[in-house]
């Protein structure tokens, strides 16, 4: 082992299982890509597995299946309101994606796709370019209203206008930070307490305790964002139907 | 750090896009359509069953109110049918003692009838009993032979007196 293997960074190296291009495009199948892939097997086993019974009393699964559907669907239904319903699979795969890639990400010697900046970045651009985009189809020249809030006097326009375009336009970039920002620093942390472990011999035990509360803490930080990524979603898809701010 | 090697960004966003296509299709398909039919099958069932037991309770009220009308009605009929007994019992009683007493009152004046023929059969009897001892009493005492005729009536004047 190098010592660039107990490095806490270690963990986030991209290693290519499968060299792949397609038209000059390296598509490689990597340890993310395999993440990616049994995030997606979880998700679906869970909740069609689950929901196979289709029973009216539900069981442990199906009520796990039915909760995370009645969840989206009531945050959905608050922040946005009936016009939000075709957009609930997108925003339930959200949300049901970052949440199971937090969440495997903490078994020991897996990977988290969501502590690499491109991913979360991939997901926060879309969402930001598929807000703007039904924000202009729906209203318009009426959409550029998002940046000129109501109630204000003419002369703090100027001053204003600017500052409401920068906000929404590091919209992608706050969301993608956020979840990267935390998944990466809990799993860094996680491997430093680990490492001290090991490093402490018998008095190991007290980085260990540590560590046990950290994991605690890292399973609310993954529920966590999961959460915020999907309702920050909600509020910016409700502003491009609504226009409200 | 590992996350800004750009080398690995196409592979990782090519592999997002597809994982993530295929988990949008999936649920969009077929996971969650079935969540929601599951679910608004239990609402509809849930509705069903109250106002279910919403008709039933009206129906159960009504039975109530019908089993109650019944008993009052099967009431009045029983209070009917007893009082009509008693009337035509008593009308029954009543002609029955009617007749009995018209008999008793005939048998009575028939008893009063015979008892006056008695009497008066006894005070015939009375007179010619009085007359022939007045009769003999006359001839004995005072030698007269008294005239029937005369001493009929004397007996009846004495007779009268006497009342």
């Not at chain 1, 029973?55 to 016009?83: C, D, H, K, T």
Request: hydrophobic share 55%.
């Amino acid at each position: 082992m190098s010592a660039e293997k107990h490095s806490p960074l270690a963990q986030f190296e991209i290693k290519r299982l499968v060299d792949i291009d397609i038209a000059g495009i390296d598509a490689s199948f990597t340890n993310s890509s395999l993440w990616m892939i049994i995030t997606i097997v979880a998700i679906t086993l869970m909740l069609t597995m689950s929901m196979r019974g289709r029973a009216m009393v539900p069981g442990r699964w199906q009520s796990v299946a039915e909760l995370s559907y009645e969840f989206i669907a009531g945050m959905l239904r608050e922040n946005v309101g009936s016009q939000g319903r075709k957009y609930f699979p997108f925003v339930f795969s959200l949300f049901m994606f970052i949440l199971f890639s937090n969440v495997l990400g903490l078994i020991p010697y897996s990977f988290t796709s969501t502590s690499h900046i491109i991913v979360t970045f991939g997901m926060a651009i879309v969402v930001f370019l598929g807000v703007t985009l039904i924000g202009i189809i729906r209203h318009k020249a009426k959409f550029l209203s998002l940046f000129a809030p109501a109630g204000v006097p003419m002369f703090l326009m100027p001053l204003l206008i600017p500052i409401e375009v920068i906000s929404y336009l590091t919209r992608p970039v706050s969301l993608a930070l956020r979840l990267f920002a935390n998944m990466m620093a809990g799993h860094t942390l996680l491997k430093v307490f680990g490492g001290f472990v090991v490093a402490l011999g018998v008095f190991g035990v007290f980085p260990l305790v540590a560590i046990v509360a950290l994991y605690g803490l890292e399973l609310i930080v993954a529920f966590l964002q999961a959460y915020v990524f999907t309702i920050l979603t909600c509020l910016y898809l409700n502003d491009a139907i609504h226009l409200h701010h | 750090m590992p996350q800004l090697i750009i080398t690995d960004f196409s592979p990782q966003l090519v592999w997002l896009v597809i994982s993530f296509l295929a988990l949008f299709l999936v649920m969009w398909k077929v996971a969650l359509p079935r969540i929601g039919d599951v679910l608004e099958a239990r609402q509809e069932r849930v509705t069903n069953d109250l106002e279910k037991a919403e008709s039933l309770r009206g129906e159960a009220d009504d039975a109530i109110k019908a089993y109650e009308t019944a008993l009052s009605e099967a009431r009045a009929s029983a209070h009917n049918t007893a009082q009509a007994a008693r009337d035509e019992m008593n009308a029954k009683a009543d002609a029955k003692r009617g007749e009995v007493e018209a008999k008793l009152s005939g048998q009575m004046a028939e008893a009063d009838a015979r008892i006056a023929a008695a009497r008066e059969v006894a005070v015939g009897h009375i007179r010619t009993v009085a007359s022939d001892t007045a009769k003999s009493v006359a001839a004995r005492l005072i030698g007269v032979d008294v005239d029937d005729a005369a001493l009929e009536a004397a007996v009846a004047s004495s007779m009268t007196e006497g009342k």
